[in-house]
């Protein structure tokens, strides 16, 4: 069975950084996609930024050039550095592994305060 960790979440003000984890219980080599999600108050799961198993990253627009997914192969782990954040960032992030199927982490908040 695939569990995933996510850490790092928290608050901080507008402008700061944080950097979000995702620990895995198995190899990530093998999935296809490896991903970072979120959900504010009453909106929609929006997809956040995406690595793909060759290497290849795509950001949803409103986080491009602040946030910069990777991932670290030996110790199964798929991270989100999240750099000049605004307010409009605060939700829950949730990791996402796709192999298929599709496995969840629990969910870490993130509020970032104006």
């Known amino acids: 069975q695939v569990q995933l960790v996510e850490s790092g979440g928290g608050l901080v003000q507008a402008g700061g950084s944080l950097r979000l984890s995702c620990a895995a219980s198995v190899s990530i080599f093998s999935f296809v996609t490896m991903g970072w999600y979120r959900q504010a108050p009453g909106k929609q799961r929006e997809l956040v930024a995406v690595?793909?198993?060759?290497?290849?990253?795509n950001y949803a627009d409103a986080v491009k050039g602040r946030f910069t997914i990777s991932r670290d192969n030996a110790k199964n782990e798929v991270y989100l550095q999240m750099n000049s954040l605004k307010p409009e960032d605060t939700a829950v992030y949730y990791c996402n592994l796709l192999r298929p199927p599709s496995y969840w982490g629990q969910g870490t908040q993130v509020t970032v305060s104006s």
């Open positions: 690595i793909i198993r060759g290497g290849s990253t």
